[in-house]
Nanobody
Framework: QVQVAESGGGLVQAGGSLLLSCAASGVTINRNHIAWFRQAPGKEREGIGLIDSSGFTRYAGSMKERCTISQDSGTNILYLHMNNLKPDDTAMYFC???????????????????WGQGTQVTVSS
């Protein structure tokens, strides 16, 4: 059974940094497309970045200059390091996996079939 679980969220002051983790089981992170998304109250879920099945990272949205995605193949964990956080970054952060083969990548939520429960990030001003 494929599962992903996010952790590392919390309360941080504006300008601060945070490292989120996505622990995967039942799937190998460097052989599948895995992405980070976020969803603020009243807003649509938006893609932040991903590692595709070839190991390339892609970034999107307003965080693309302020975040880095990395992976630890030994522990099968994907990381999202965020810096210079702003109050507008307050949201629930999710990781998602596409378990079926795809020769392309996407930030569409429907592209991914396994989602975690999310971890809350709150940025105070």
């Amino acid at each position: 059974q494929v599962q992903v679980a996010e952790s590392g969220g919390g309360l941080v002051q504006a300008g601060g940094s945070l490292l989120l983790s996505c622990a995967a089981s039942g799937v190998t992170i460097n052989r599948n497309h895995i992405a980070w998304f976020r969803q603020a109250p009243g807003k649509e879920r938006e893609g932040i970045g991903l590692i595709d099945s070839s190991g390339f990272t892609r970034y999107a949205g307003s965080m693309k200059e302020r975040c880095t995605i990395s992976q630890d193949s030994g522990t099968n964990i994907l990381y999202l390091h965020m810096n210079n956080l702003k109050p507008d970054d307050t949201a629930m952060y999710f990781c998602a996996v596409r378990t079926r083969f795809a020769a392309y990548y996407s930030f569409q939520t429907t592209f991914y079939d396994i989602w975690g429960q999310g971890t809350q990030v709150t940025v105070s001003s």
